[in-house]
């Protein structure tokens, strides 16, 4: 990937569409009542204007199941809310400048606030970068630097990075694909599969859920009481039994 990005570029795309109503579906069995994800809800996710394949059985199971993975009972933290107040007001700006849609801000959320740290594979910071990524696109990483753990450098190496996998892919779902599992691997699986649809591909359980999971994460952030989280009068999120 040869480009190489000004820190000036056009602004953010436009905010997603509104959704529909909210309608909570019940079944209820001789033994007990089984709440679902309403139909309405999951219609109204979707990740930079990119909507779910709804005709798609298998996508909705899959979108319903990270949903709820991301619910306060498994998750058991507030922390990413914290996070996200944190984080965001570098974020978004940075997002904006280059052109790149908002929703890419809960990419570090994903890649670092679930766990955080380095990984086996020696990715680091925010973003997640391998050393030589890093370097690439102007971070230092060396015995006594690392500015992959930097929010503002990081997130301008991520820019430049996620806007030249667009230049590849012209699909912001592909980009956040690629941005998981490396623009090499990316390409040659939808030239194999003849595939460009992200959520009709079929691809490794990380890549694959990917996209969902950043669709999840959106959707604790924006509707925190929805999934078991409420905010107190500072602004910290919380439970109404139990805090962190």
Not at 4 to 12: I, K, L, R, T
Not at 136 to 141: A, D, E, H, P, W
Not at 224 to 230: D, L, Q, V
Request: charged share 20%; aromatic share 10%.
């Amino acid at each position: 990937m040869a480009k190489v990005f000004a820190y000036n570029m056009p602004q953010a795309l436009k905010s997603p569409k509104k959704g529909l109503n909210n309608t909570t579906k019940s079944i209820t069995t001789t033994t007990t009542t089984i709440t679902e994800e309403p139909v309405n809800l999951i219609a109204q996710l979707n990740f930079a204007d990119e909507s779910l394949p709804l005709n798609d059985i298998r996508v909705r199971q899959k979108m319903r199941k990270i949903l709820a993975g991301y619910n306060y009972s498994n998750l058991q933290t507030n922390r990413l809310h914290r996070m996200a107040a944190e984080w965001f007001p570098v974020i978004e700006p940075i997002l904006a400048a280059y052109g790149i849609p908002n929703d890419f801000k809960y990419m570090p959320l994903v890649e670092s606030g679930l766990q955080g740290g380095m990984s086996p594979k020696g990715a680091n910071g925010f973003w997640q970068f391998m050393p030589g990524t890093a370097r690439t696109y102007g971070l230092k990483v060396n015995s006594e630097v690392d500015e992959r753990k930097n929010l503002r450098k990081s997130t301008i190496a991520a820019c430049k990075y996620i806007k030249e996998l667009y230049g590849v892919f012209d699909n912001w779902t592909l980009v956040a694909a690629a941005y998981n599992v490396g623009d090499n691997h990316m390409r040659k699986q939808i030239n194999r599969q003849n595939q460009d649809n992200y959520f009709k591909m079929k691809l490794n359980r990380e890549t694959g859920g990917y996209v969902y999971k950043l669709i999840s994460m959106k959707e604790i952030i924006k509707d925190p009481s929805r999934y078991g989280y409420r905010a107190s009068p500072k602004g910290v999120l919380a439970m109404n039994t139990q805090s962190e």
